[in-house]
């Protein structure tokens, strides 16, 4: 056999004990530890960025509508008190983590913060000593003013008030007081509006609250400037009944056409009947006055009010003695004079005198005139009637119906619309009259037609897919950085870290080159190759080959050296170690391996004609 070049013999021992992690870490390739680093870097800011979201507070609004003035005082005010912030909605809200609002709010209300806000009957309580009548009086308004703006700011409608007050100086040395007003400014949240009783509400409350205050004298307006409030002129009272009646009008229209509905989609379906009724309403008021007079038709039935009578029968009745005598001179002439009882007989009368008083005698026993009168007056049935009609009276129903054609499956199980028969449309129509209270001498007509309902795809809203939804997109939101580094971090560990730390768990055997008599033993024998060499085969069981067996005994003939060291077992050295020890002795010294090599051609030459 031909003569080996001596070489230091190698020990494949692994009872040495393993490097330290940094040792390892060394040893390996550049790009792996590049690798390695960066992914430890990666999953270091993937736990940082989840710890920083997971801690991230829930802000709630502080402030909302503030100017720029009371915003940056707040602004500044949370600064010194060290308490984040930030802002929302343009600027115009001021939001701080929920759990410190409560706090805030009220240590910035002990600071006078947002001075904004409107102040009350608060304002009494910071009376100054020595303070004048008429700065307590400006206070007391001032204070009556914010309360009445809080009340109205309660609306749900108003967004903001004013209200000013003018309250005249009271002086008992006039007659006649100046009486108060007031103005009220509204700013209503876009898009709302208010009717007319809360506008009503809103002047009896400040009426109500100022003394001597007249709902005439306060004045709503809005934002835009537009008077809100009746101020008892008739255009605006005019205006106020109009739009009562065109509500009234709307609102009994709506019942009229929901009743025909109710009756009539249980038959035809839901969305198959469309209808609308159109009322003629009349609001006029009339108002009639009627006197009645029924004669009194027996004398049962009569009744006497006052009765009167008059009877005259003679001279002495009508009041005097009868003018009687002979008419002339002789007539006119003086009685004589008379003569008392007592002082003897009356003297005879003149002639002139006993004709008169012969005359007179005659004409009191003459007959004189009668005259009866008698005046009767009875009572009298009188009826007086005052008729109002009643407002809001129909004079006239119309309603128009539209019925859809009926889907109607044949043999095939195949459904087509169908027109309705002359008989369901009559039935239909006699049901929305009586639905409707129909009334032929009222005018009232019903006007009830079949025909297929077109379906517009523009007009319908497409459903969106699960994906599109809001809901969704904003589950999306909320867990898309959780779920990002989540799965960011996955990748970056098991695609960067783990064959890092794989590669520094492997433990390289010292690299050292056997005798030429062991390596070719060790290596393989005479017919190994130099991929046989490389492979991950186990080289420990070589060693026990002739081949070893003979370089061992030369290199004991020669003193090289004393003896090899006791072979450690296979299992004890993993197959991994033993391969990469193998390599690295390839890497480090080629000429070695060269030898190798040649010992296996010679090897085999030598072997070949003796097997032969």
């Keep these: 056999m031909p003569a080996v070049a001596e070489m230091p013999v190698a020990s494949f021992s692994s009872a040495a004990p393993a490097p330290a992690w940094g040792g ?51 602004v500044a005010q949370l600064t010194t008190m060290n308490i984040p912030y930030k802002y929302s909605e343009g600027g115009g809200a001021v939001m701080v983590p929920a759990d410190k609002v409560h706090d805030v709010r009220l240590r910035l209300a002990s600071q006078g913060l947002p001075k904004g806000s409107v102040a009350g009957f608060e304002l009494m309580e910071n009376s100054r000593f020595g303070m004048t009548q008429f700065q307590e009086k400006l206070n007391f308004q001032r204070g009556l003013e914010g309360e009445l703006t809080r009340s109205i700011q309660a609306l749900g409608s108003v967004q903001s008030a004013r209200v000013h007050l003018a309250l005249p100086s009271q002086n008992g040395f006039f007659r006649e007081q100046q009486k108060p007003s007031a103005s009220v400014l509204l700013s209503l949240y876009p898009g709302r509006t208010l009717e007319r009783t809360q506008i009503a509400g809103i002047v009896h409350l400040v009426a109500s609250s100022v003394p001597e205050l007249a709902p005439a ?25 109009d739009g009562q009646q065109l509500q009234y009008r709307q609102q009994l229209e709506q019942l009229y056409t929901r009743r025909i509905l109710d009756i009539l989609e249980p038959v035809v379906g839901r969305q198959n009947v469309k209808a609308q009724v159109t009322a003629d309403v009349d609001f006029s008021q009339t108002e009639a006055t009627s006197e009645e007079h029924r004669p009194n038709l027996t004398a049962d039935a009569s009744a006497v009010r006052s009765q009167q009578t008059v009877e005259t029968t003679g001279a002495a009745a009508a009041g005097g003695a009868a003018a009687g005598g002979v008419p002339g001179a002789t007539t006119n002439q003086p009685p004589g004079p008379s003569t008392a009882p007592v002082n003897g007989a009356a003297a005879p009368l003149a002639p002139a005198a006993a004709t008169a008083a012969t005359a007179g005698a005659a004409a009191a026993t003459a007959k004189p005139p009668g005259k009866r009168e008698s005046i009767t007056n009875y009572e009298v ?60 001498d009222r005018g009232d007509s019903v006007n009830l037609m079949n025909a297929p309902f077109l379906v517009d795809a523009t007009t319908q809203a497409p459903e969106l897919p699960l994906w599109k939804k809001p809901e969704t997109l904003e589950l999306v939101r909320s867990l898309a950085w959780p779920i990002g580094l989540a799965v960011l971090g996955t990748i970056v560990l098991f695609g960067l870290v783990r064959p890092g730390l794989k590669a520094m768990a492997v433990v390289p055997p010292p690299a050292a080159l056997p005798a030429p008599g062991l390596a070719v033993g060790a290596l393989g024998g005479p017919g190994a190759t130099l991929d046989a060499m490389l492979s991950e085969e186990p080289l420990r069981p070589a060693l026990a080959s002739p081949v070893n067996a003979a370089g061992q005994a030369g290199l004991a003939g020669a003193g090289a050296a004393a003896a090899l060291p006791t072979p450690t077992p296979p299992e004890v050295v993993p197959e991994q170690a033993r391969l990469e020890g193998a390599r690295q002795m390839a890497r480090d010294n080629p000429g070695a391996v060269a030898n190798i090599v040649k010992g296996w051609v010679n090897g085999d030459a030598a072997a070949t004609p003796a097997g032969a």
């Excluded at 709503?220 to 400037?225: I, K, P, Y």
Aim: hydrophobic share 45%; net charge positive.
């Design 24 to 74: 390892r870490l060394a040893t390996m390739d550049r790009r792996k530890r590049l690798r390695l680093a960066l992914g430890v870097a990666v999953l270091v800011a993937v736990a940082v960025a989840a710890v920083v979201l997971g801690r991230q507070p829930d802000w709630r609004v502080l402030f909302a509508n503030l100017s720029d003035k009371d915003g940056g005082a707040v």
């Design 217 to 241: 004298a306060v004045s709503v307006l809005d934002d835009s400037g537009k008077l809100l409030s009746d101020s008892g002129a008739a255009g605006d009272a005019a205006g106020a009944v």
């Design 381 to 440: 049935d009188k009826t007086v009637k005052t008729v109002r009609g009643a407002t809001g009276q129909i004079r006239r129903l119309s309603a128009a119906v539209v019925v859809n054609y009926q889907n109607i499956a044949d043999a095939q199980g195949k459904s087509s619309p169908t027109a309705l028969s002359a008989q369901q449309i009559e039935q239909m129509t006699a049901l929305v009259r009586e639905t409707i209270g129909f009334s032929k």
